[in-house]
């Protein structure tokens, strides 16, 4: 399974930006499919995941309400749909997969794959 993400960019606080992950390689029917970033010094914290199969999407609290994932199956592709930027939200964003659908879906130790990861720069 490989993962390309793309679209991160320079955006000012309170701006949008949509977040690509291209998924090849499998055969997706139950795949846990992640967002996870990463700020300088920090750990690698979850976004929100979704359940490939449909019915199953999860957000940290950090960013309910503002991000939202979603997935277009023609593509097999995986967005993060990103508004009201912080600065706070600066940080390399990874794409990640899991063969299977997990309660644990939160955890990078969890998944398989991941992507290259892009860089979302929010400026104040």
């Known amino acids: 399974v490989q993962l390309q993400a793309s679209g991160g960019g320079l955006v000012q606080a309170g701006g949008s930006l949509r977040l690509s992950c291209a998924v090849s390689?499998?055969?997706?029917?139950?795949?846990?499919l992640a967002w996870f970033r990463q700020a300088p010094g920090k750990e690698r914290e979850f976004v929100a995941a979704l359940r490939w199969g449909g019915g199953r999407y999860a957000y940290a609290d950090s960013v309910k309400g503002r991000f939202t994932i979603s997935r277009d199956n023609a593509k097999n592709t995986v967005y993060l749909q990103m508004s009201s930027l912080h600065p706070e939200d600066t940080s390399v964003y990874y794409c990640a997969a899991r063969i299977r659908w997990t309660v644990n879906y939160c955890s990078t130790s969890e998944y398989d794959y991941w992507g290259q990861g892009t860089l979302v720069t929010v400026s104040s």
């Open positions: 390689g499998g055969t997706f029917s139950d795949y846990a």
